[in-house]
């Protein structure tokens, strides 16, 4: 992945990804797609089910489709310059993209079967909305849990659009399988955040900012209950990266850093990656992902 610190283009584009959990032999694990290589954005990186809101998201009916009160999703996400359309809209398009990146639907009592019949559905040209109409889905908005925001900067560390990104975390349905659509992921893979980041650290895997500090930040939960309470403990931190030099060398911190202009911390995990070789790291390697105290 070939960094870019060029000026980011035209306003943040809103969006929204689920950050699909469950629990496996090692502790909790993470579901990772491999965008395309040709992909415009994130082209071959590692990233969570995702993609910007599309118009048809406001437009599906909440009380029909959606086990969430739209005033219920729009406080969950904390967001006061947000109306209610605006936050269901974002729910939906999280799991519309999880959907079509993945084949995992969440919607009640859709168990393999009718996700695969939905998948089929969509394959044959029906849009999101006219596969849950003709299979009379109700979307399960309760199983989404707001976690996150990241802001794309204006200086783009890594992409040339800017989004503003809501991440949700969301357990897997159970007896669903989670896969890549081979369109636009080639690859996918359920890890340990632990185990993502050796990949990372090794060169085996290519991942972006959020990626990398998101899994540093859940490497802390032993399991999918834990990271679900503590997410519900509090409100989506809003999260805008800041590139600058630093002795030489170019660093993109993040609220909490002593150099950042927000210094109350927002993630469990390193306040700054430095740009090295056209990859970001810790400050003090691999371990750092991990530690309680964050350097300066």
Request: with cysteine; hydrophobic share 45%.
């Amino acid at each position: 992945m070939e960094l870019n610190t060029e000026p980011a283009q035209g306003p943040a584009r809103p969006a929204a990804s689920v950050v699909m959990l469950r629990d496996g032999a090692e502790g909790l694990e993470v579901f990772l797609l491999k965008r395309h290589g040709l992909s415009d954005v994130l082209g071959g990186v590692y990233v969570f089910p995702g993609g910007k809101v599309d118009a048809e998201d406001a437009m599906l009916d909440v009380q029909a489709n959606l086990d969430l009160p739209s005033e219920a999703m729009h406080a969950a996400l904390g967001e006061a310059e947000l109306d209610r359309t605006q936050a269901a809209a974002l729910y939906v398009a999280a799991m519309r993209e999880a959907f079509e990146e993945s084949g995992v639907l969440y919607a009640q009592g859709a168990g393999a079967r009718q996700a695969a019949t939905a998948w089929e559905l969509l394959r044959e040209g029906r849009s999101f909305g006219e596969v849950l109409q003709t299979m009379s889905l109700r979307l399960e908005a309760s199983r989404l849990q707001p976690w996150s925001r990241w802001i794309t900067p204006i200086i783009g560390a890594v992409v040339r659009k800017r989004f503003d990104t809501r991440f949700f975390l969301a357990p897997v349905p159970v007896g669903q399988l989670a896969r890549h659509d081979d369109h636009e992921a080639t690859e996918s893979v359920w890890l340990t955040p632990r185990s993502a980041l050796r990949q990372y650290w090794d060169h085996a895997i290519e991942l972006a900012p959020p990626q990398i500090l998101s899994l540093a930040h859940l490497s802390r939960h032993a399991s999918v209950a834990d990271a679900l309470a503590e997410a519900r403990g509090r409100l989506p931190p809003v999260i805008r990266p800041e590139l600058l030099e630093s002795e030489g060398a170019r660093v993109i911190c993040y609220p909490g850093d002593a150099q950042h202009s927000v210094r109350e911390r927002a993630l469990p995990a390193p306040t700054r990656l430095h740009i090295r070789e056209q990859r970001l790291e810790p400050t003090h390697g691999f371990d750092a992902f991990f530690a309680d105290r964050d350097e300066a």
